[in-house]
């Protein structure tokens, strides 16, 4: 007996049935696979182990025929963990699997006929240690066999690749540790058949055993702490903005790269770097005490803002200071402040002059516009300042031109123009659009693409000038976050990549709801804010899906109590989300209301009537008429006519009845 091995083998089996008492409890189905794996590399182990427990021939080479059809349906189970793992399973990959698993049964009736006659494979006693252990000798068999698990191998690496050449480099982690795995597996498999290596014992088995281990790492692990940290940091660092988290101690928690640009020396879990060494360290008193605040840092000026983070106890969870460069927008103010009425580059009015104008004439307009061009600072980056200098008077000279002389032009801040219009919003909208029209036609170039983008307000005289200018600036930047020529937009393209992770027709979704959205926006004639608003919802109302996991969001069967109780917090996870970034801030109530009703029974705040806030209303029947009028999951496309009836009969319980009259007469007549 080589009682070494013995316990090395049965060491092995035993941390592999640890292995599936752990992906047991975590019932996902993807577990299923690697269940039925490691039980094979359990049997395999457990029936080659009885080359070390005895020395008669019989009882061995029965073991080692069992090892080895225990080890094709190991392999068959790798196979299909990785197809599904990979989520590249189609047709024909289901066809080759189960042609692996028809000759798989060939190859195990061959091996268990092998145990009464040998033909397939004989065997010779092999000295280890103290013992002996059977070896292989060559046969056809044998070699049909070692081809096949071969060939298996070889397929799952393949399969892997594949996946990698379709993901982004920054995921490749999850998959290129089981192609290292798969490939030393597959290598140490050779060197045992080939007689390259005086291998007395297959080692392979001890090899499919440690890589059960990185399969269920890379499953219920690495997925979802690795990747949830890898997005994480994605996020973080697209914000431009220099950003840090204290913890709940007041420790370091986090921060990107931008702010590491600016304070290199910070690092994480040095538990000396508090919010008071920072305090201390960086000269920033003004942390301690106010919730916005201007600091001057590295001859730079940024606008700080504070956020305190409040569990529901009210119990401090960490503080967040974000940093705004506003060098050269404080820079440019004091220009416009030594200027008199004029500005320098375009030669509109100043900032100063609109607002000289707004406390003398306000009362003679009916509408604020305010536009700038599209990624203005990547024109200046890639072409240079004077280049982006022209296209900004070129842009201000369009303006002039092709809007009344009774209209005032104004240029704010940074690239915005202000225009203070008599026409009303409706008209004015119409003729804003021809004019972004003209800007592209005229100011772009063979090798550079000018886009610009406009908001307005109908301006409210009860609401202070900024208000009304921040209104039009926000209906704006709604815009510039759905455009694909517009920087602004990279933040939604993130969120809706997300999305498309576990709905690849997504895309499709949201282009047809933000349609339907549109003229419903018109029907009941909402503001152009309102409009942009109602956009933004139909492409990420769904966005606190991203935080479900996986094997609730794709399920292909009924969710149980649990499942559904943990979908229905997707609306205010969504509305944390939202809450988080600036630009989405204005949707956040939406979002979080588009699963209620109308008669109060909907989530997750049971809110009723026009309590619901009015878009998450709109959009609730329009996400509900898509839903019927197009396949989904859980039923069949009904007929327009089928739709509308289905929103009368829940008119007054589900809807909100004086907007389902509205959809159904004037949207979709």
């Not at 006929?113 to 240690?129: D, P, T, W």
Request: proline share 1%; charged share 25%.
């Amino acid at each position: 007996m080589n009682v070494g091995l013995l316990v090395l083998y049965w060491a092995a089996a035993v941390m592999l049935i640890g292995l599936m008492i752990k992906v047991y409890k975590e019932h996902e189905a993807i577990g299923k696979s690697l269940l039925m794996a490691s039980f094979c590399a359990i049997g395999s182990i457990l029936s080659y182990s009885v080359n070390f427990l005895t020395n008669d021939y019989t009882v061995m080479s029965i073991g080692v025929s069992i090892n080895l059809i225990f080890q094709d349906y190991l392999l068959i189970s790798l196979l299909h963990y990785c197809v599904d793992f990979t989520r590249l399973r189609n047709l024909y990959l289901t066809v080759v699997e189960w042609i692996f698993i028809i000759v798989g049964l060939a190859d195990a009736f061959v091996f268990i006929m092998n145990i009464f006659n040998e033909r397939a494979l004989k065997f010779s006693y092999n000295m280890v240690g103290n013992g002996y252990v059977l070896g292989y000798e060559a046969s056809t068999g044998f070699a049909i066999h070692a081809i096949y698990d071969i060939f298996i191998l070889a397929f799952i690496i393949s399969i892997l690749f594949i996946k990698c050449l379709r993901i982004p480099y920054v995921y490749w982690g999850r998959y290129s540790s089981l192609i290292i795995g798969s490939i030393s597996v597959l290598l140490v498999k050779y060197l045992f058949i080939s007689d390259y290596v005086d291998i007395r014992f297959d080692i392979s088995i001890l090899f499919y055993a440690l890589l059960g281990v990185l399969l269920y790492w890379n499953t219920f692990w690495y997925s979802k702490k690795t990747m949830l940290h890898i997005t994480h940091t994605m996020i973080i660092d697209h914000m431009r903005v220099p950003v840090i988290l204290f913890d709940y101690e007041g420790v370091v928690a986090d921060f990107n790269t931008a702010l590491a640009e600016i304070f290199p020396d910070i690092e994480l879990d040095n538990r000396d770097q508090t919010i008071e060494w920072f305090i201390f360290n960086k000269k920033c008193k003004d942390l301690a005490t106010k919730t916005e605040f201007t600091w001057t840092v590295n001859e730079k000026i940024y606008e700080c803002k504070v956020h305190k983070l409040y569990s529901s106890a009210r119990r401090l969870l960490g503080v967040i200071l974000v940093m705004q460069d506003v060098t050269d927008l404080t820079k440019a103010y004091d220009d416009l402040e030594r200027s008199v009425t004029f500005d320098a580059l375009t030669g509109l009015y100043n900032k100063r002059s609109f607002y000289r104008e707004c406390a003398e004439n306000l009362n003679n307009y009916l509408t604020i516009c305010v536009t700038d061009i599209d990624n203005l600072s990547r024109i200046n980056d890639n072409y240079g300042q004077d280049v982006g200098d022209r296209v900004l008077m070129g842009f201000a000279n369009i303006l002039t031109e092709k809007t009344s002389k009774k209209d005032f032009i104004a240029r704010l801040d940074g690239g915005n123009i202000v225009i203070l219009s008599r026409k009303r919003d409706k008209a004015l909208y119409l003729e804003m659009e021809e004019i972004m029209e003209t800007i592209q036609k005229r100011l772009s170039t063979k090798k550079m693409r000018v886009t610009a983008e406009f908001g307005l307000v109908a301006l409210n005289k009860n609401e202070s000038v900024d208000t009304n200018v921040n209104i039009a600036i926000t209906s704006m930047r709604n815009k510039k976050m759905l455009s694909k020529d517009s920087a602004r937009s990279s933040l939604v393209g993130s969120l809706k990549q997300g999305l498309n992770e576990y709905d690849t027709g997504a895309d499709k979704q949201i282009e047809r709801e933000r349609i339907l959205c549109n003229k419903f926006a018109l029907a009941l004639d909402l503001t152009e804010l309102e409009m942009g608003q109602l956009a933004m919802l139909a492409t990420l109302h769904d966005i606190g899906k991203v935080s479900i996991p996986n094997s609730v969001l794709m399920k292909n069967g009924a969710l149980d109590e649990d499942e559904k109780a943990l979908m229905r917090t997707h609306p205010e996870k969504g509305y944390r989300i939202a809450k988080a970034a600036k630009e989405l801030e204005g949707i956040a109530d939406d979002i979080r209301s588009h699963h209620e009703r109308y008669d109060g029974s909907g989530y997750p705040d049971g809110l009723k009537g026009e309590d619901i806030p009015l878009l998450a209303r709109i959009f609730s029947i329009v996400d509900a008429y898509d839903a019927m009028t197009h396949d989904r999951p859980y039923r069949k496309t009904l007929t327009k006519e089928e739709a509308v009836k289905e929103l009368i009969d829940f008119s007054g319980s589900q809807f909100d009845p004086k907007l389902v009259e509205v959809f159904v007469t004037k949207v979709i007549r």
